[in-house]
């Protein structure tokens, strides 16, 4: 945060390969900063940070209006086509520490399909990585994404629909995390209403967290 007229929210987006990792911060980021495509293989080979333009409208402090400023780490996928699991892991601890050091991170980005069934041993792998990423409070700072939101409601459901049916272990993640979750549709255009209702929606999960923040450690 940088004053009571501006803050700044840093998130980091984690997934497997073809989840629309990628294409999720450029929503955010009202741009399109990272590389989104189809692919056979793995994207994202690297950590990359991505900076929003000071954005209006979508917050208030002590009575005043406050521009917000978005900043978003995109990693590469986990599991990965081209490198280990350890490899990816030790990158992107790497990558926070280094852009989000100093400021801490407010929200880590846990990226599903929501046209997909998540699997035990898939939810397993994914656990672990977010323990071993933000440490043992891992939960209160993790939100799901749930993409390609749009064939779902093509196949029939609705967000109420939808958690009736999700699979036990999706529910129990999305209960891990307080139901800290938010559908996003996969279309490729960068539409200003629904990125706002987006930002508003993770604005109100660090808010309920009283902007606290996990992995800040002062530089020497």
């Not at 080979?45 to 917000?68: D, F, K, Q, T, Y």
């Not at 780490?73 to 280990?84: C, E, F, G, K, Q």
């Not at 529910?171 to 559908?183: D, E, R, T, W």
């Amino acid at each position: 945060m940088a004053d009571n007229h501006e803050m700044t929210i840093n998130l980091v987006v984690l997934g497997k390969a073809q989840t629309g990792k990628s294409a999720a911060g450029n929503r955010l980021l009202g741009s399109s900063d990272f590389e989104s495509r189809l692919s056979p293989s793995s994207v994202t080979p690297r950590c990359s940070l991505g900076r929003s333009g000071r954005i209006l409208g979508l917050m208030r402090r002590n009575g005043c209006e406050s521009a917000l400023r978005v900043r978003v780490l995109d990693t590469p996928s986990y599991p990965h086509s081209a490198l280990s699991k350890e490899q990816v892991r030790d990158t992107v601890r790497a990558a926070l520490a280094q852009h989000f050091g100093e400021e801490g991170l407010h929200l880590a980005l846990l990226v599903l399909r929501a046209d997909l069934p998540l699997c035990p041993d898939e939810s397993n792998d994914t656990l672990q990585l977010m323990q071993e990423l933000l440490g043992p409070t891992w939960k209160d700072f993790t939100a799901v994404l749930l993409t390609h939101a749009d064939k779902a409601e093509e196949a029939g459901y609705n967000e109420e629909t939808y958690l009736q049916c999700a699979s036990s272990t999706l529910l129990s993640l999305l209960s891990l995390v307080q139901h800290k979750y938010i559908f996003l549709d996969n279309h490729n255009s960068i539409i200003k209403e629904e990125r706002n209702i987006v930002l508003r929606k993770l604005l109100n999960f660090i808010r309920k967290n009283n902007y606290q923040v996990v992995l800040k450690h002062s530089k020497e």
